[in-house]
């Protein structure tokens, strides 16, 4: 009897503790090219969405879209809802199409707005992209050198300033030697915050840690009420 009691309270012990770990627990930011599951034909346009999925307060973001300019060329970028959804006035950065030629177009968007005004959070599209077929292909065109910037400019979770391969084959995106991407100026009235990028795995392990002492501490308890019992 005593020992299904232990163990009823250990069980208990172990439920409680587990949403302090999963609470702290930071799900991965990505920003995707939607892909088309189609061949389209020539001389026909068609408009690929790039998606953003779990960030938190963004204010300004940037991406290169490499792609095959024998296939596709981009004719439009317009910025998507997502950016604006608080009510911060969203304002576009390009496309710089100097490099289109060459199957490397640069886009990105900022924002601006009152200090309390924050930036949007959870998921949405940053930016639609219409495209013009030029001859009849796969669609295989890739995200590379994400930014994304919160308050102060700082990076987000989900950048990725890596350059893209520097050769192409024949059944790949064909890209250009790439120079620095245009920096968004920085949102106005905006405090700076501290940098979170990086936390969610320390967080995760100190709540670890805690959940531990309290199983522990629970058991210790546990025993010492049995001793007392017996004696």
Do not use: C
Not at 212 to 218: A, E, T, V
Request: hydrophobic content about 45%; proline content about 9%.
């Amino acid at each position: 009897m005593r020992l299904s009691r232990f163990l009823l309270l250990l069980a208990l012990l172990i439920v409680l503790a587990l949403p302090a770990t999963g609470a702290l627990a930071q799900e991965t930011t990505v920003v995707t090219l939607q892909p088309v599951a189609f061949v389209p034909v020539e001389g026909e346009t068609f408009t690929t969405d790039v998606t953003v999925e779990n960030t938190k307060d963004l204010l300004g973001f940037q991406f290169d879209v490499n792609f095959d300019p024998a296939a596709f060329a981009v004719d439009s970028i317009e910025l998507g809802p997502f950016l604006s959804s608080t009510g911060r006035s969203a304002q576009p950065l390009g496309p710089d199409l100097r490099s289109a030629e060459e199957g490397r177009v640069v886009y990105g968007g900022f924002t601006m707005g009152a200090a309390e005004q924050a930036g949007p959070e959870g998921s949405g599209v940053l930016a639609t992209i219409t495209w013009r077929v030029i001859q009849p292909a796969d669609f295989t065109a890739t995200l590379s050198r994400v930014q994304l910037a919160g308050p102060g400019g700082q990076a987000l979770p989900g950048s990725d300033t890596s350059p893209p391969p520097a050769a192409a084959t024949a059944a790949s995106a064909p890209t250009a030697t790439v120079e620095q991407p245009t920096v968004a100026p920085a949102p106005t009235s905006v405090p700076e915050q501290p940098e979170s990028g990086g936390s969610g795995a320390v967080a995760v392990g100190v709540a670890s840690l805690v959940a531990l002492l309290i199983i522990g501490g629970g058991l210790y308890a546990l025993y010492r009420i049995s001793q007392k019992q017996r004696g």
